[in-house]
């Protein structure tokens, strides 16, 4: 069994900056692509950022420049620093891992964390 876990949500203001974690941990053969989504109310769930196994990065148009996405191999965990947060990043922000377990690969997802942005 696979089990994605999420911390570091919680309430800040307008302009502040909030980092999020997500451990992976289980039967783990290796993870490839890593990364985040969120979902606000009444809306669908959209892409934040991604980050393969090698580094690689990719980010939605409304974070680029201050969200960062990173991970710790070694950990199985993904980081997300969110800085300069605007009301509208406020969401239930996902993580997802396409993990491969012995020859099988599936995408899994943690339970969400609660990101709220006062103005």
């Known amino acids: 069994q696979v089990q994605l876990v999420e911390s570091g949500g919680g309430l800040v203001q307008f302009g502040g900056s909030l980092r999020l974690s997500c451990a992976a941990s289980?039967?783990?053969?290796?993870?490839?692509?890593m990364g985040w989504y969120r979902q606000a109310p009444g809306k669908q769930r959209d892409l934040v950022a991604t980050?393969?196994?090698?580094?690689?990065?990719n980010y939605a148009d409304s974070v680029k420049g201050r969200f960062t996405i990173s991970r710790d191999n070694a950990k199985n965990t993904v980081y997300l620093q969110m800085n300069s947060l605007k009301p509208e990043d406020a969401a239930v922000y996902y993580c997802?891992?396409?993990?491969?377990?012995?020859?099988?690969?599936?995408?899994?997802w943690g339970q969400g964390t609660q990101v709220t942005v006062s103005s």
């Open positions: 980050i393969t196994s090698g580094g690689s990065t």
């Open positions: 997802f891992a396409r993990i491969v377990r012995y020859t099988m690969e599936n995408n899994y």
């Open positions: 289980g039967s783990i053969s290796s993870i490839k692509t």
